[in-house]
Structure formats: C-alpha cells, structure tokens
T-cell receptor, first 112, second 113 residues
Framework: DQQVKQNSPSLSVQEGRISILNCDYT??????FLWYKKYPAEGPTFLIS?????DKNEDGRFTVFLNKSAKHLSLHIVPSQPGDSAVYFC???????????FGKGTSLLVTP | EAGVAQSPRYKIIEKRQSVAFWCNPI?????LYWYQQILGQGPKLLIQ????????DSQLPKDRFSAERLKGVDSTLKIQPAKLEDSAVYLC???????????FGQGTRLTVV
C-alpha cells in the first residue's frame, strides 16, 4: 500500500516559469516531509524539508507547502531552470525516528 | 566531506546465485539504511540500522536477504538466492540521526537474468 503518492509521473515546464510538484499522503502519523531530487545514475539528493508544525518552508528558489488537513504537500520551483530537470521524490516519516516512505517520483523537464 | 560510498556500481547475476553489496556511510553517521528501488518506483526501505543495531527490518525478505553492520560503520547487504524480481537499484543512505535527512550513495544496479 502506497502511503505517499505522487500522481503525476511527469511534468514539463518552460524555463523561467513556476514548477509545481504535488504529493499526497495517507498516514496521519507522518510528521516530517522531504523532497529529494534524483539525476540519472545518481542517488537521490536532499532538497528541502518541512515538519508538521509548519505550513511553509522556503529555501532560495524552492518552497514547500504543507496542508495537513488535506494530507497534501507541494514543491514550488521559481523560476525553473533547465538544470532542475530531474526526478523529484516526495518522502515522509512518522515520529521523526523512522525511515522515509517515498512516492514514485515525478519527472520534471524544464525546457529552454 | 566524503559521501556515502557503495560498491559495486553494477552487477549482473543469474537467478539462484548469491550477491553482496557493500556500503560505507558518511563518517560519524549513526543511522544507516538500505533501500530497494525498482524501475518506475520510489525507494523502498529494506532495513534501518542505528549504530550496529537493527531498528526496522519489517520489509526485508528474510528468507533470502540479510544485512549486517559490524562495528556500527560499514554495512553489507546479501541476497541468496537471487530471483528475477530482485532486479533493482540498491541504495544505501546514512544520516547523523534517525530524524535527520538522509544522504544517499550512487546505488548498485542489480540485474538478475
């Protein structure tokens, strides 16, 4: 059973525009959420995180929004750059002491 | 700072053979994870170590998979015997604590034929 869902397998955005990647979760015990970015033939790299006590966290061009009532989070990339083209994984953990549950990923393509 | 090291990068074996993967985490990281990523899926946790103790191995197919982390540093993951459905990328990750973000190695791509 997939507890973290990324329903869009792929997304294409023009350079300079906003990219919005979505993620839904089913486990109400999840209290820590992360986004990872993955290039081909490399391991995932940490991008940004948010704890359940916040509803927004910003780091440069990347902002993560958390809507606990909807069990939904999103990653906004503004402005998008061609180097952002990668697979983005949403991940969540419960009780802050356990390993991450990952979604299936969304492949982002930023075109010039 | 050196990252998480994994070897080998690629491995091709026949079904029913055995295989072992090695991971060297970031120095000082107490928590180590092994994930399995099947093509088109997100990484799935196989086992989590805290120092050299197992925290979670609920999704490890224990009839064929085993893992150890001797001395709380390096870790090995073994599959014996391998099945076709074990074809995947095996990712090792480490973190300074279980609540912190994990750093991943490049992974070992296993193909079982």
């Amino acid at each position: 059973d997939q507890q973290v869902k990324q329903n869009s397998p792929s997304l294409s955005v023009q350079e300079g525009r906003i990219s919005i990647l979505n993620c839904d979760y089913t486990n109400s015990m999840f209290d820590y959420f992360l986004w990872y970015k993955k290039y081909p033939a490399e391991g995932p790299t940490f991008l940004i995180s948010i704890s359940s006590i916040k509803d927004k966290n910003e780091d440069g061009r990347f902002t993560v929004f958390l809507n606990k009532s909807a069990k939904h989070l999103s990653l906004h990339i503004v402005p998008s750059q061609p180097g952002d083209s990668a697979v983005y994984f949403c991940a969540a953990s419960a009780n802050s002491g356990y390993a991450l549950n990952f979604g299936k990923g969304t492949s982002l393509l930023v075109t010039p | 700072e050196a990252g998480v090291a994994q070897s080998p990068r690629y491995k091709i074996i026949e079904k029913r053979q055995s295989v072992a993967f090695w991971c060297n985490p970031i120095s000082g990281h107490a928590t180590l994870y092994w994930y399995q990523q099947i093509l088109g899926q997100g990484p799935k946790l196989l086992i989590q170590f805290q120092n050299n103790g197992v925290v979670d191995d609920s999704q490890l197919p224990k009839d064929r998979f085993s893992a150890e982390r001797l001395k709380g540093v390096d870790s090995t993951l073994k599959i014996q015997p391998a099945k076709l459905e074990d074809s995947a990328v095996y990712l090792c990750a480490s973190s300074s604590g279980p609540a912190d973000e994990a750093f991943f190695g490049q992974g070992t791509r296993l193909t079982v034929v």
